[in-house]
């Protein structure tokens, strides 16, 4: 299965960013990719200053991507676009068939600082087949959080996609999340990051544990050029099945769930 990871460039209207995603389409197509990533709030310079425009042109960027996957014969994961659903604005990732169908949507569940103020947190984690493969979502600040990736892995996803708007500060730390949540989990991550410096300084990246006969070591990192860019990776999702499986079989959860209640008992007391 092809990957391909765009690294958009904020722009100050969200035609002029559809206008570069549509260049990158046309640009990695050549290579005939299953599966594009965006990366999360990529049609705006600041939305949560601007923050019934981002929630209009979300809904309108919406409808384009619909088109692009359909055009393109691509599964398109929108990245974070802020969606009104039942009267709530949340931070929602659509997964969009190479038919332009919509098959559903991850929404952001660990709310990052401000955003508590105007957005309303996901509720859990799923997961999704497309291309024959089942995927998960964590959008941006979710990787923080182990039991994000855990959850999706034990719901059997093969690969994890995390779209984000990371400063350029927190590129390190935020790529060791990935790195570690690749090497407990067993299990390739693609992550797309915005680029408009100095504050946002890219680091899109696919990150792959390296499989020996009978080890798994520290997972390679590659990372998309500066600028307006994107990752195209192949990966067999059957590779690390086993080790994955492995993994997931050595847990104890009898043994978590006990020192988990015993907190709770000391917390109450």
């Not at 765009?6 to 990158?24: H, S, T």
């Not at 935020?174 to 797309?192: D, G, T």
């Not at 990372?223 to 994955?244: C, F, N, P, Q, W």
Request: overall charge neutral; proline content about 5%.
């Amino acid at each position: 299965m092809k990957i391909a990871v765009l690294q958009l460039q904020l722009r100050e209207e969200a035609e002029e960013a559809l206008g570069d995603l549509e260049r990158l389409l046309n640009f990695v197509n050549r290579r005939e990719p299953d599966i594009v990533l965006l990366p999360e709030a990529w049609i705006s310079r600041d939305p949560l200053s601007n923050f019934d425009k981002a929630v209009a042109q979300s809904e309108a960027v919406l409808e384009s991507l619909c088109r692009l996957a359909a055009e393109h014969g691509v599964v398109i994961l929108g990245g974070g676009l802020y969606i009104l659903r039942e009267g709530k604005v949340r931070v929602s990732c659509p997964v969009i068939d190479n038919r332009g169908e919509i098959v559903g949507s991850q929404e952001k569940v660990h709310l990052f600082r401000g955003e508590h103020k105007v957005l309303q947190k996901g509720e859990s984690f799923r997961t999704f087949k497309v291309k024959g493969a089942e995927i998960g979502v964590a959008i941006c600040h979710d990787i923080v959080y182990p039991e994000a990736a855990r959850t999706l892995v034990l719901s059997g996803a093969q690969i994890l996609f995390n779209p984000a708007r990371i400063v350029s500060h927190g590129i390190e730390a935020w790529q060791l999340y990935l790195k570690v949540r690749s090497l407990e989990n067993r299990i390739p991550i693609y992550a797309a990051n915005i680029w408009s410096p100095p504050k946002y300084a890219g680091g899109s990246c696919a990150v792959k544990p390296v499989k020996y006969p009978d080890e798994v070591y520290l997972p390679e990192l590659i990372r998309a050029r500066h600028g307006l860019s994107a990752v195209v990776d192949e990966t067999d999702i059957e590779a690390l099945s086993g080790a994955r499986r492995e993994r997931l079989i050595g847990r104890t959860p009898r043994a978590y769930l006990e020192s988990y209640r015993g907190n709770l008992d000391g917390d109450q007391s």
